[in-house]
């Protein structure tokens, strides 16, 4: 009794239904994707409160203006991207605990942060195992140096810091100095690079002290270091608090020499901090601090002055280069995810790797199996404090 015509095209008409309602839910999808459900998760681990603030509160404020900005532009291929932020306080545990976090439960494409040297080396091995990129807002060399295949860092390397510290001090004549540095990562870090390419750079430390990262009073090692005889120039590598009290009471002792700070002064509360003090102060940075002083053609000043622009007129304060540090981070991720094209952890590591001729706030950036920092020694300023403000030294 069945007509096999009528069978047949009953049998077509319910396959182009049936193509037609996948088409429907396909384009749906793509709606919903280009929309934003399907998203484009990437964790942050920044010191937003505690010790360490100073780095990464202002880093917080910039990565969620990145983003902010990004996604009311259609985000990266119509997908948003979507920010997991943890506060570590600046505490290694706590990072850790974040990290873990952030790769097993909210399989994020890619971490950035954390703020500190010390944390970042806390969680370099767990991000290496699980294949998680990791873009650090710290400084240390030791955190790309051996490299890892995941790991890379934003803010310029500490030898390339001292490269520029030796250089004008020899410029200055000085070749007889004193170091001292905090007791955390970044000031152990630092000593390190500055006794390893003293011999090098014909410069000889007579006197190389170690305090405790919260001291808030430095005189005791200041005056020892008064009574060596032969010291020229002091150079002090720490994060906050230090870097306005050894100024402070170098002037109190009456030592007239020049104070050398690491490329961790990069903002201008330091100098509020310290006052009158902190005048003559020289240090290497990126050129954020000093973009008016940019010719017009320069790679970076576009992006500087954009950025400074934004953060300023959001935040109501000065801008810094930590934040700086987290906009390249962000940056360099998104940048990546543009020309994998998919958010696929393998092709964004490669890619990341393959980045040349990144224009970023701490110079620009090229990436490459060996060099997971991707900047040289053209990516620092040296600057100065000039009436309480910062200013390219000029000799």
Same mark, same amino acid.
């Given at each position: 009794?069945?007509?096999? /015509?009528?069978?047949?095209?009953? @049998?077509?008409?319910?396959?182009?239904?049936?193509?037609?309602? #996948? &088409?429907?839910?396909?384009?749906?999808?793509?709606?919903?994707?280009?929309?934003?459900?399907?998203?484009?998760?990437?964790?942050?681990?920044?010191?937003?409160?505690?010790?360490?603030?100073?780095?990464?509160?202002?880093?917080?404020?910039?990565?969620?203006?990145?983003?902010?900005?990004?996604?009311?532009?259609?985000?990266? =291929?119509?997908?948003?991207? /979507?920010?997991?932020?943890?506060?570590?306080?600046?505490?290694?545990?706590?990072?850790?605990?974040?990290?873990?976090?952030?790769?097993?439960? /909210?399989?994020?494409?890619?971490?950035?942060?954390?703020?500190?040297?010390?944390?970042?080396?806390?969680?370099?091995?767990?991000?290496?195992?699980?294949?998680?990129?990791?873009?650090?807002?710290?400084?240390?060399?030791?955190?790309?140096? *051996?490299?890892?295949?995941?790991?890379?860092?934003?803010?310029?390397?500490?030898?390339?810091?001292?490269?520029?510290?030796? @250089?004008?001090?020899?410029?200055?004549?000085?070749?007889?100095?004193?170091?001292?540095?905090?007791?955390?990562?970044?000031?152990?870090?630092?000593?390190?690079?500055?006794?390893?390419?003293?011999?090098?750079?014909?410069?000889?430390?007579?006197?190389?002290?170690?305090?405790?990262?919260?001291?808030?009073?430095?005189?005791?090692?200041?005056?020892?270091?008064?009574?060596?005889?032969?010291?020229?120039?002091?150079?002090?590598?720490?994060?906050?608090?230090?870097?306005?009290?050894?100024?402070?009471?170098?002037?109190?002792?009456?030592?007239?020499?020049?104070?050398?700070?690491?490329?961790?002064?990069?903002?201008?509360?330091?100098? /509020?901090?310290?006052?009158?003090?902190?005048?003559?102060?020289?240090?290497?940075?990126?050129?954020?601090?000093?973009?008016?002083?940019?010719?017009?053609?320069?790679?970076? %000043?576009?992006?500087?002055?954009?950025?400074? %622009?934004?953060?300023?007129?959001?935040?109501?304060?000065?801008?810094?280069?930590?934040? &700086?540090?987290?906009?390249?981070?962000?940056?360099?991720?998104?940048?990546?995810?543009?020309?994998?094209?998919? *958010?696929?952890?393998? @092709?964004?590591?490669?890619?990341?790797?393959?980045?040349?001729?990144?224009?970023?706030?701490?110079?620009?950036?090229?990436?490459?199996?060996?060099? =997971?920092?991707?900047?040289? #020694?053209?990516?620092?300023?040296?600057?100065?404090?000039?009436?309480?403000?910062?200013?390219?030294?000029?000799?």
């Amino acid at each position: 009794g069945l007509n096999p /015509e009528n069978e047949l095209m009953k @049998r077509t008409y319910l396959l182009v239904a049936g193509i037609c309602a #996948l &088409g429907a839910q396909c384009l749906t999808q793509n709606i919903h994707a280009a929309a934003g459900g399907d998203s484009i998760k990437i964790g942050a681990i920044f010191s937003v409160t505690g010790p360490a603030s100073f780095l990464g509160a202002p880093e917080e404020k910039t990565v969620r203006l990145f983003v902010d900005k990004l996604n009311a532009a259609g985000g990266i =291929h119509g997908r948003r991207v /979507e920010l997991v932020l943890k506060d570590s306080g600046g505490s290694p545990e706590k990072a850790v605990s974040f990290a873990k976090q952030l790769i097993e439960e /909210e399989k994020v494409l890619a971490i950035i942060g954390p703020s500190t040297s010390g944390e970042t080396m806390q969680i370099k091995a767990l991000c290496e195992e699980n294949e998680m990129i990791l873009v650090s807002c710290a400084a240390a060399e030791v955190i790309v140096n *051996p490299t890892a295949k995941y790991v890379f860092k934003t803010p310029q390397k500490d030898s390339q810091a001292v490269t520029w510290i030796y @250089r004008t001090m020899k410029d200055k004549g000085v070749r007889k100095i004193a170091v001292v540095s905090s007791n955390d990562g970044f000031g152990a870090a630092g000593k390190k690079q500055l006794e390893d390419m003293a011999p090098a750079e014909g410069i000889e430390i007579l006197a190389n002290e170690v305090y405790d990262k919260q001291a808030t009073d430095l005189t005791d090692i200041l005056t020892k270091i008064k009574g060596t005889r032969g010291v020229q120039a002091i150079v002090n590598w720490s994060i906050v608090p230090a870097q306005s009290i050894v100024a402070k009471n170098m002037r109190q002792l009456g030592m007239e020499m020049p104070l050398f700070q690491s490329h961790g002064f990069g903002n201008r509360k330091y100098v /509020e901090q310290a006052g009158v003090a902190a005048e003559g102060t020289l240090f290497p940075a990126g050129r954020l601090l000093v973009v008016d002083e940019l010719p017009d053609n320069h790679p970076q %000043k576009a992006l500087l002055a954009a950025y400074k %622009k934004d953060y300023e007129e959001t935040y109501k304060e000065d801008v810094s280069t930590f934040g &700086g540090h987290a906009y390249d981070a962000i940056l360099v991720v998104t940048e990546a995810l543009k020309r994998a094209r998919r *958010p696929d952890r393998a @092709r964004v590591r490669d890619a990341i790797e393959n980045l040349k001729g990144l224009a970023g706030t701490a110079g620009v950036f090229n990436f490459s199996p060996t060099d =997971h920092t991707g900047l040289d #020694l053209t990516s620092f300023e040296m600057l100065t404090v000039k009436d309480g403000k910062f200013a390219i030294y000029r000799k």
